[in-house]
């Protein structure tokens, strides 16, 4: 079963705030990507990776930096947080056909 | 650019009713998609329910069917008689096919509240 792992669940911070979202995925995927789900939105592509060391960029990156520091860790950095960053962050994970990705269960994050 | 169209942003349905959440989709890019609904439960991430990545033909999983209608750009959601574990959010989603060098990236649809009450 595959499984992606984000941490925390929950993050409140104010705004100007430096937030680090973590992904881990123990399903060997090269494919790992960051959306953000909002009400009245679908999930939009905020960053995407190929692999460690790889960093794509995805329809909504204003605002936002990523890391994929090795095959299984993603990071999402919002260096200087902004109430527009409240959102639910959802990770997801991909085989080498990339036709079907695995989601975490998501990061609820409140800028004040 | 890519599109996904869901009308509906809730539907609530007696259960043992039958279901249909629409989904339509537009690319300008992508000369055959693969089409996906994902399903989020409470407290947990999406996950895929099915997928169809030729035109024409249907997909089913859980009771679940959705046939892919490349004419009318349809990719709609039924099912016969839903159970209150239905109740969830639904998201039409559409990618690339496995060309090789995909990306895996999917356009999805706003998603679709199913509250299924006994």
């Known amino acids: 079963e595959a499984a992606v792992t984000q941490s925390p669940r929950n993050k409140v911070t104010v705004t100007g705030g430096n937030v680090t979202l973590s992904c881990r995925q123990t399903?060997?995927?090269?494919?790992m990507y960051w959306y953000r789900q909002d009400t009245g939105h679908g999930l939009r592509l905020i960053h995407y990776?190929?692999?460690?060391?790889?960093?794509q960029i995805g329809d909504v990156p204003d605002g936002y930096k990523a890391t994929r520091t090795t095959q299984e860790d993603f990071f999402l950095l919002l260096e200087l947080a902004s109430p527009s960053q409240t959102s639910l962050y959802f990770c997801a994970s991909g085989d080498r056909c990339a036709e079907t990705l695995y989601f975490g269960s998501g990061t609820r994050l409140t800028v004040l | 650019g890519d599109s996904v169209t869901q009308t509906e942003g809730q539907v609530t349905v007696s259960e043992s009713k039958s279901l249909i959440i629409n989904c339509t989709y537009s690319t300008t890019s992508i000369a055959y998609p693969n089409l996906f609904w994902y399903v989020r439960y409470p407290g947990e991430g999406l996950q895929l329910l099915l997928k169809?990545?030729?035109?024409?033909q249907k997909g089913s999983s859980r009771g679940f069917e959705a046939t892919y209608n490349k004419e009318t750009t349809s990719f709609h959601l039924q099912k016969a008689s839903v159970q209150e574990s239905d109740s969830a959010v639904y998201y039409c989603?559409?990618?690339?096919?496995?060309?090789?060098?995909?990306?895996?990236?999917?356009?999805f649809g706003h998603g679709t509240i199913l509250r299924v009450h006994p």
């Open positions: 169809v990545i030729t035109a024409g």
């Open positions: 990776s190929y692999g460690a060391g790889n960093l």
């Open positions: 399903n060997s995927h090269n494919y």
């Open positions: 989603a559409l990618g690339e096919a496995n060309t090789g060098a995909n990306t895996g990236k999917l356009t």
